[in-house]
C-alpha cells in the first residue's frame, strides 16, 4: 500500500522556539494532505487541509499564523508550529490519498511534540 | 456531541475472546471506515464499509453498518494479544466519500494472553 513518512518521530523544544514536522508521501503524488492533533488518551483532530500549491484550509479553532502550513510539492507538507508553548505538546498526524477521488486515506507514523 | 462516537471507551477481554465496538454517527455518510492504532503510533486502515452496504469482513474483522440507527460495529473474532490497540471508526464530510476525516473517540482494546 501506499507510505506516508513522517520526521522528526520526536521532537523536545523549549518554549518560544519553532518546530517544523515534515510529511513526505513516498509512493504517490498527493495533491492535498492533512494534518490532525492528538492528545494523550484522546482522538484525532483535524487541524487543516494542506494543498499544494496554494493556501491550507484551516479548521475552526486552529489558529493558522501559529501553525504554518506549506505544501510546496506534490510529495511534501510541512507543519511549522511557530513560537511552541507546552500546550501545544501532542502527537501531530498526517495522512495523504493518492488521488482526490480515492476513499483510503494513509497515515503517517506520528510526530510526538514535547515542548519544555 | 461529536460524529462518530464510539462505545465502549475500553475493553479488555482474554486471548480467543471476541471483541465488539460500536461507532454512532449524527449526519448522513458515504462512508464510513475503521482504523487501528498501536500505542504512540500512526493509523493503520482496517476496512471502509460503503453506505449501501450492511455487512463487510476482512480476516478477522466483520464490520456492519446500519444507517437507518446511523451506527455501526467492529467485530474482532479471535482476538490475539497483538490486537492491543486502540480502535477508531471515522466519517468523511457530510456528502463526500473521501478526503478530511471526523474521527469517533475511540475504543481501547487490551487483550490479555
Known amino acids: 500500500g501506499a507510505v506516508v513518512s513522517q520526521h522528526p518521530s520526536r521532537v523536545i523544544c523549549k518554549s518560544g522556539t519553532s518546530v517544523k514536522i515534515e510529511c513526505r508521501s513516498l509512493d504517490f503524488q498527493a495533491t492535498t494532505m492533512f494534518w490532525y492533533r492528538q492528545f494523550p488518551k484522546q482522538s484525532l483532530m483535524l487541524m487543516a487541509t494542506?494543498?499544494?500549491?496554494?493556501?491550507?484550509?484551516?479548521e475552526q479553532g486552529v489558529e493558522k499564523d501559529k501553525f504554518l502550513i506549506n505544501h510546496a510539492s506534490l510529495t511534501l507538507s510541512t507543519l511549522t508550529v511557530t513560537s511552541a508553548h507546552p500546550e501545544d505538546s501532542s502527537f501531530y498526524i498526517c495522512?495523504?490519498?493518492?488521488?482526490?477521488?480515492?476513499?483510503?486515506?494513509?497515515f503517517g507514523p506520528g510526530t510526538r511534540l514535547l515542548v519544555l | 456531541s461529536q460524529q462518530g462516537e464510539e462505545d465502549p471507551q475500553a475493553l479488555s477481554i482474554q486471548e480467543g475472546e471476541n471483541a465488539t465496538m460500536n461507532c454512532s454517527y449524527k449526519?448522513?455518510?458515504?462512508?464510513l471506515q475503521w482504523y487501528r492504532q498501536n500505542s504512540g503510533r500512526g493509523l493503520v486502515h482496517l476496512i471502509l464499509i460503503r453506505s449501501n452496504e450492511r455487512e463487510k469482513h476482512s480476516g478477522r474483522l466483520r464490520v456492519t453498518l446500519d444507517t437507518s440507527k446511523k451506527s455501526s460495529s467492529l467485530l474482532i473474532t479471535a482476538s490475539r494479544a497483538a490486537d492491543t490497540a486502540s480502535y477508531f471508526c471515522a466519517t468523511p464530510n457530510r456528502g463526500t466519500s473521501y478526503g478530511k476525516l471526523t474521527f469517533g473517540q475511540g475504543t481501547i482494546l487490551t487483550v490479555h494472553p
Open positions: 449526519t448522513s455518510i458515504n462512508n
Open positions: 495522512s495523504a490519498s493518492p488521488g482526490q477521488d480515492q476513499e483510503t486515506q494513509y
Open positions: 494542506s494543498n499544494e500549491g496554494s493556501k491550507a484550509t484551516y
